[in-house]
């Protein structure tokens, strides 16, 4: 998940639609490992009790965890449709 977030972070400010794209096409990859689309939240919540341990409070402030999970949703929204087939 961290190079998939690194990846799209890099993507996000020059283009949008291909980072929606690639997202797309990951939960379309992931149909074959059996991942439903109703496990993304707590994919997320996992992920933020992670960054949370890992970065502690002092570098993993409210704000930044509200700015993840806004970043995260957006990522898993898009993932979702893959898995979905929509």
Same mark, same amino acid.
Not at 34 to 54: D, F, I, Q, R
Not at 58 to 79: D, G, I, P, Q, V
């Given at each position: 998940?961290?190079?998939?977030?690194?990846?799209?972070?890099?993507?996000?400010?020059?283009?949008?639609?291909?980072?929606?794209?690639?997202?797309? +096409?990951?939960?379309?990859?992931?149909?074959?490992?059996?991942? =439903?689309?109703?496990?993304?939240?707590?994919?997320? #919540? %996992? @992920?933020?009790?992670?960054?949370? +341990?890992?970065?502690?409070?002092?570098?993993?402030?409210?704000? =930044?965890?509200?700015?993840?999970?806004?970043?995260? #949703? %957006? @990522?898993?929204?898009?993932?979702?449709?893959?898995?979905?087939?929509?």
């Amino acid at each position: 998940w961290v190079h998939v977030l690194d990846r799209a972070i890099d993507m996000v400010g020059p283009d949008v639609d291909m980072t929606a794209d690639i997202m797309h +096409e990951v939960g379309e990859n992931h149909i074959k490992y059996g991942v =439903k689309s109703e496990w993304l939240p707590h994919m997320g #919540e %996992a @992920l933020m009790s992670s960054l949370g +341990e890992l970065l502690g409070t002092k570098y993993f402030t409210k704000e =930044k965890e509200m700015c993840w999970r806004e970043f995260y #949703e %957006a @990522l898993s929204m898009h993932m979702a449709r893959g898995i979905d087939g929509y």
